[in-house]
């Protein structure tokens, strides 16, 4: 496991799976996690705890391009409809988001 600063606090992380598929290609889950966070959602909605730590996948696509994929944690969290436990989540979202966006070199979003 190994951590380095993401926002106000350390965040752990690991890969927890790592794949090929037929063609050769690699597939790699990455779990990242900031207990202080998961401790700021689950005090509003103890479900939230189901949703952090967040998964990161990697893929390597045809012709060797990468594609990362997130799951927003702020949309696991609506149908609580809890403000306060939103107000954390998208907040940790917007965070990987920039994150993954920088080790990127992309500013997208959605499939593609």
């Known amino acids: 496991m190994s ?6 606090s350390a965040a752990s ?4 799976s790592a794949a090929q598929d037929r063609a050769g290609r690699r597939l ?23 949703y952090a ?10 012709g060797g391009g990468t594609r990362v994929a997130y799951d927003s944690v702020a949309s696991a969290i609506a149908p609580y ?14 965070e990987v988001l920039d994150l993954l966006r920088r080790v990127t070199g992309t500013t997208g979003s959605g499939p593609g």
Do not use: K, Y
């Open 3 to 8: 951590s380095t600063a993401i926002g106000r």
């Open 13 to 16: 992380w690991t890969v927890s």
């Open 28 to 50: 790699v889950r990455l779990i990242a996690g900031n207990p202080v966070t998961m401790g700021e959602m689950t005090r509003h909605v103890a479900d939230a705890g189901s």
């Open 53 to 62: 730590p967040v998964t990161i996948l990697i893929e390597e696509t045809r």
């Open 81 to 94: 409809h809890d403000a306060a436990a939103a107000e954390v989540a998208q907040r940790l979202d917007t």
